[in-house]
């Protein structure tokens, strides 16, 4: 199973950035994804999770209404396209799968590496 998300950078306040989850080295469709983040010195916590066709997505409350996730099954791919950047979303992105087939929310088992985005004037 591997997982490499990609996208990061640098952006301003109010700007926007897409992130891409690339995965491979299993039957991409059966599983659902999720996007969590962690900024320095907190915790890891869980933005988005997108299910296989219309099962199910989910937003953290901090995110909702300005980050968009969805998949390309035909590419393997999950994308998170976020909006309305703010300093308080600076952090490094991750993607996860779980252990088993699942819908979300999941419990994370794999992890890509990260993407760091750091929203700064």
């Known amino acids: 199973v591997q997982l490499q998300a990609s996208g990061g950078g640098l952006v301003q306040p109010g700007g926007s950035l897409r992130l891409s989850c690339a995965a491979s080295g299993f039957t991409f469709g059966d599983y659902a994804i999720g996007w969590f983040r962690q900024a320095p010195g907190k915790e890891r916590e869980e933005v988005s999770c997108?299910?296989?066709?219309?099962?199910?997505?989910i937003y953290a409350d901090p995110v909702r209404g300005r980050f968009t996730i969805s998949r390309d099954n035909a590419k393997n791919t999950v994308y998170l396209q976020m909006n309305s950047l703010n300093v308080t979303d600076t952090a490094v992105y991750y993607c996860?799968?779980?252990?088993?087939?699942?819908?979300?929310?999941?419990?994370?088992?794999?992890w890509g590496e990260g993407t760091l985005v750091t929203v700064s004037s």
């Open positions: 996860a799968r779980g252990r088993a087939p699942s819908t979300c929310p999941i419990l994370p088992h794999y």
């Open positions: 997108i299910s296989n066709g219309d099962r199910g997505i």
